[in-house]
């Protein structure tokens, strides 16, 4: 008989949550118990679950008896809140904020990259952020076939990853716009930071606030974080973190220097093709290339664009997509679970 | 007494025709009489210009008689059916097309960056492209201090750029959007080209048609029209250029990597704040930075997040918005003319 497990979802009423529970509904993963939980503000809300009527129930420090897995989308601070206690009833916390992605304690896990670092967790593993596991997942087969020194990134990202607030304010000002009326923007880019201003029709340079080197973290999470599960210190890395006016799905503008020299467009193509988890979009001819539009509600990293350097023979462009809250964050933690299961570690 | 000049507008009921128009209202540009000239479609429409009717008529051969200068803005075919004809009756022609930009018989100028080039016009003086034009002006300065090895650029474009058609697709497209209603893409991202694709909500990776190389139009003019206007071939530069649904005002990320050591991001401050048309707005813990709804019905070029790449000692990243119907396109070319004038080369 094949072994099955009770899995936890705190932050089961937000954007990332909903989709957990959707893709838990959806895959085979083998479930013997889902306790949805959440802030006592959405507690006593009920939901379906294969078929049967489930509570979501306020997040408590004995919320993770007999869990097995919690997959944690909640906030940093809810995750640091309830850590110990998930751990200390046993269960694996799949951490899906910033709260412990850096803890060299901490694998922070894309299972098409690094899926072996999961055999040294001590109970917390993390789910990067969104907009580095879709640039890693697609670099990561040219990575092993001829190395890579260098990745500069522009991004270009959906608001749903700022939340339901973010969604609703992009929608609420854009009819506002459309219809000529006044708006106060209270919520991009950045909830909590001090000045917020139109998102609609508009491009924010701004993802999450600034650091004491003017990147903002959001661009040093996807610095820090691409080396830390490429797991090479020395890899260049820069980011510019950018949000426009796009529901679901993160885009990327990405620029590589591989490690040889003759390497060709056409093996990188070859590569993509053959990935886990990535499909390749590539034909100038018939304008077939990736867009969020067409990503949203999709599980898989799409690449196209693919365009040697004009200058320099080991450079290499191309444009990344796919939807932020499945692959950026409820997908990739769903796969940490079933890595997990794979491999025997839990 | 100052000499005035007899000016031709054509393609007037466009959408840089239109800020040409405004523009000419409110510049002290020396104006004797004003031709507003359009396809045959769209003659016949009365425009009150400095206080007086004007009635657009349909541009012809003979349309061009005793102008002084003539503002092209009608598409590329227009530009080339007329060129002949403007400059047999004597007018300078500052074509905004991309027709004649990399003729090398014609000067391609933004006036902050290369005015010495209008002394070499024979008839015809290219406005280059809105994306290139907002880059070079604002990297310029950088340019002549630091020198300037390589540019890498990912772009955010505003629709304006393709025309009213695809301002009107984007706001009834978003408008369906907000409303669950359907609809039918038929301008972007490119209203020639086999496919068409959502814009709204949405970012595509094609502005312009694809060249041989894969890389687009778009892309290859602001490789090529860069190199040109700073005059230098052995310039790197690459571009990713992408539509994003935003009405007016193209941001840029740009990385750039300078010819000297220890250049200081204080340094390029300094420069910028003191640059003629550009204006530094970059103060992270303010979250000062420039952004296209800010930008938008302003003339200058807009700088912020400036810092230092984390890998190359002469690497910069920075952010790069102007509105690219006013600074790129509709206001350069009264630049150019007004450069014209003040130079006595008209």
Same mark, same amino acid.
């Given at each position: 008989?094949t072994?099955?497990?009770?899995?936890?979802?705190?932050?089961?009423?937000?954007?990332?949550?909903?989709?957990? %529970?959707? *893709?838990?509904e959806?895959?085979?993963?083998?479930? !013997?118990?889902?306790?949805?939980?959440s802030? $006592?503000?959405? @507690?006593?809300?009920?939901?379906?679950?294969?078929?049967?009527?489930?509570?979501?129930?306020?997040?408590?420090p004995?919320?993770?008896?007999?869990?097995? %897995?919690? *997959?944690?989308?909640a906030g940093?601070?809810?995750? !640091?809140?309830?850590?110990?206690?998930?751990? $200390?009833h046993? @269960?694996?916390?799949?951490?899906?904020t910033?709260a412990?992605?850096m803890?060299p304690?901490?694998?922070?896990?894309?299972?098409?990259?690094?899926p072996?670092?999961?055999r040294?967790?001590k109970g917390?593993i993390a789910?990067?952020?969104c907009?580095?596991?879709?640039?890693?997942?697609?670099?990561?087969?040219?990575?092993?076939a001829?190395?890579?020194?260098?990745?500069?990134?522009?991004?270009y990202?959906?608001?749903?990853?700022?939340?339901?607030q973010a969604?609703?304010e992009l929608?609420?000002q854009s009819?506002a716009i459309?219809s000529?009326?006044?708006?106060a923007?209270?919520?991009m880019?950045?909830?909590g930071?001090?000045?917020?201003?139109?998102?609609?029709?508009n491009?924010?340079p701004q993802i999450?606030?600034?650091t004491?080197?003017?990147?903002?973290?959001?661009e040093?999470?996807?610095?820090n974080?691409?080396?830390?599960?490429?797991?090479?210190?020395?890899?260049?890395v820069?980011?510019?973190?950018?949000r426009?006016?796009?529901?679901?799905?993160h885009s990327e503008?990405?620029?590589?220097e591989v490690?040889?020299d003759?390497?060709?467009?056409?093996q990188?193509k070859?590569?993509?093709e053959?990935?886990?988890?990535?499909?390749?979009?590539?034909?100038?001819a018939?304008?077939?290339?990736?867009?969020?539009?067409?990503a949203?509600?999709k599980?898989?990293?799409?690449v196209?664009r693919?365009r040697?350097?004009?200058?320099n023979?080991r450079?290499?462009?191309m444009?990344?997509?796919?939807?932020?809250?499945l692959?950026?964050?409820a997908?990739?933690?769903i796969q940490?679970a079933?890595?997990?299961?794979?491999q025997?570690?839990i």
């Amino acid at each position: 008989m094949t072994k099955s497990y009770h899995v936890a979802v705190v932050g089961a009423t937000g954007a990332v949550g909903t989709q957990m %529970i959707q *893709l838990l509904e959806d895959v085979t993963f083998p479930i !013997k118990e889902v306790s949805l939980l959440s802030s $006592a503000r959405s @507690a006593g809300k009920k939901l379906t679950f294969r078929g049967e009527e489930v509570v979501i129930k306020e997040a408590k420090p004995d919320s993770f008896k007999g869990v097995d %897995i919690a *997959l944690f989308s909640a906030g940093g601070s809810i995750s !640091k809140q309830f850590a110990k206690d998930a751990v $200390a009833h046993g @269960a694996v916390m799949i951490d899906n904020t910033s709260a412990y992605r850096m803890d060299p304690e901490v694998p922070l896990v894309v299972p098409e990259v690094n899926p072996h670092a999961l055999r040294d967790h001590k109970g917390i593993i993390a789910n990067p952020n969104c907009s580095t596991i879709q640039m890693v997942a697609a670099l990561q087969p040219i990575r092993e076939a001829f190395g890579l020194d260098r990745i500069i990134v522009s991004t270009y990202q959906a608001v749903s990853g700022s939340g339901i607030q973010a969604i609703d304010e992009l929608q609420t000002q854009s009819q506002a716009i459309l219809s000529g009326e006044d708006f106060a923007p209270a919520v991009m880019p950045v909830k909590g930071d001090k000045r917020h201003f139109q998102i609609a029709f508009n491009a924010l340079p701004q993802i999450d606030v600034f650091t004491d080197n003017d990147y903002t973290y959001e661009e040093m999470k996807m610095v820090n974080e691409t080396k830390k599960i490429m797991e090479d210190e020395a890899m260049k890395v820069a980011a510019t973190c950018v949000r426009i006016p796009v529901v679901s799905g993160h885009s990327e503008s990405v620029y590589i220097e591989v490690d040889q020299d003759n390497v060709t467009v056409a093996q990188i193509k070859e590569l993509l093709e053959k990935a886990p988890g990535v499909v390749l979009q590539d034909d100038p001819a018939t304008q077939l290339y990736p867009h969020a539009a067409d990503a949203a509600g999709k599980k898989e990293v799409f690449v196209g664009r693919i365009r040697r350097d004009l200058d320099n023979p080991r450079g290499f462009h191309m444009w990344i997509v796919s939807d932020n809250l499945l692959k950026g964050a409820a997908w990739n933690s769903i796969q940490i679970a079933e890595s997990l299961v794979e491999q025997g570690i839990i």
